[in-house]
């Protein structure tokens, strides 16, 4: 019986992101950027003077949407690292803008997807990157087993 250490020693493969409770999360995703590519779209073409950077913060978060769900869909390689990016992005966003529009709400004459942490949306824009970066973490590729010294 040897006990010599496999000699393989790569990572095990992150799970997809899109598997299982990740689809939800994909389609979750996929109707915010559409729901957030549509308003801003609106907003932009049809208002723009009335309240540009709740505008341009629009469309920043449809821009975020559109490239999470696609990260998350596919799930691998560089598109794990554009999904960590703009799943952050999103974070941060919704966070700054959230706290922008109730502090300063004049610079907000009009909602955006992120103004008051979502709650147009009903705090989905809130609760939704913090699930995304918890799915994330969970799938995030594993170190490979160490062999034992036991011999």
Not at 48 to 60: K, M
Not at 106 to 127: I, K, Q
Request: proline letters at 10%.
């Amino acid at each position: 019986m040897s006990t010599t250490p496999s000699s393989d020693a790569t990572p095990v493969p992150p799970r997809p992101t899109s598997a299982g409770p990740g689809r939800a999360l994909v389609a979750v995703y996929g109707v915010l950027a559409l729901a957030a590519s549509a308003r801003s779209g609106v907003q932009i073409l049809t208002d723009w003077a009335a309240a540009p950077l709740a505008y341009a913060l629009s469309g920043l978060s449809a821009v975020v949407y559109v490239l999470a769900t696609v990260a998350l869909a596919r799930g691998a390689g560089r598109w794990r690292a554009i999904a960590w990016l703009a799943v952050g992005t999103e974070m941060i966003g919704v966070l700054a803008v959230g706290s922008l529009s109730v502090l300063r709400p004049e610079l907000f004459p009009d909602a955006t997807v992120w103004s008051d942490f979502g709650l147009g949306y009903g705090l989905v824009p809130l609760v939704l990157p913090v699930l995304g970066l918890l799915w994330l973490r969970r799938t995030r590729p594993q170190a490979p087993p160490v062999p034992s010294a036991a011999g």
